[in-house]
């Protein structure tokens, strides 16, 4: 099944399952203006709000996934909308596993080996609907049960996004999801020095 901004808006059932998973489905009209300079990521469009003040958005041609925070961090987090599901659902902690890994594959691996349940008991106390909807979730969107969502997340982050650069109104520069972590790759360290 193909995943786009307009099945999930169209389907209630879909859209309340998702929000114990941080994926609160919205779009550019019913969430309105943005602290952030979109015009670097045009096409930008929002799909959903994680908690208050922070947007998942499909940006640029490519419609890769940005996540933006109010807090001034932000960055890719999947390929497309159907990857950044399958990593909300099956981790709707992702982004604990990604600072407290530091942005580093083995890291973030090794924080989920050995911080599953934590994370998990967590989630569950917070919304003891998730256990639920994650299989239904899965069905109705075609999202995959099994496969390796860090890797993706490593891959969106440090290779898709290596080159997104998003700006406050103010000109600032927005930090890293991760926090502060050593890039991959010679030219993406130095295109986030600019």
Not at 72 to 96: R, S, T
Not at 138 to 155: E, K, N, Q, V
């Amino acid at each position: 099944m193909t995943v786009t901004p307009e099945t999930l808006r169209a389907n209630q059932d879909i859209r309340d399952m998702l929000v114990p998973f941080g994926f609160a489905v919205t779009s550019n009209k019913e969430h309105g203006p943005v602290w952030f300079d979109t015009a670097p990521l045009q096409p930008f469009e929002i799909v959903a709000q994680r908690g208050p003040g922070s947007v998942y958005a499909l940006t640029g041609p490519q419609r890769h996934v940005l996540l933006a925070t109010s807090e001034g961090q932000a960055g890719i987090v999947a390929a497309n909308l159907k990857e950044c599901l399958e990593l909300v659902v099956a981790h709707p902690y992702w982004q604990d596993i990604l600072r407290f890994g530091g942005g580093d594959l083995s890291a973030m691996r090794a924080v989920l080996r050995d911080r599953i349940e934590d994370f998990e008991e967590d989630a569950l106390s917070d919304d003891p609907e998730i256990s639920e909807f994650r299989p239904l979730l899965r069905a109705r969107l075609g999202l995959a049960a099994s496969g390796d969502p860090l890797t993706l997340l490593h891959h969106a982050i440090t290779v898709l996004g290596a080159d997104v650069v998003v700006r406050g109104h103010d000109g600032y520069r927005s930090e890293p999801l991760a926090g502060r972590f050593k890039w991959p790759c010679h030219s993406a360290r130095n295109s986030r020095k600019k």
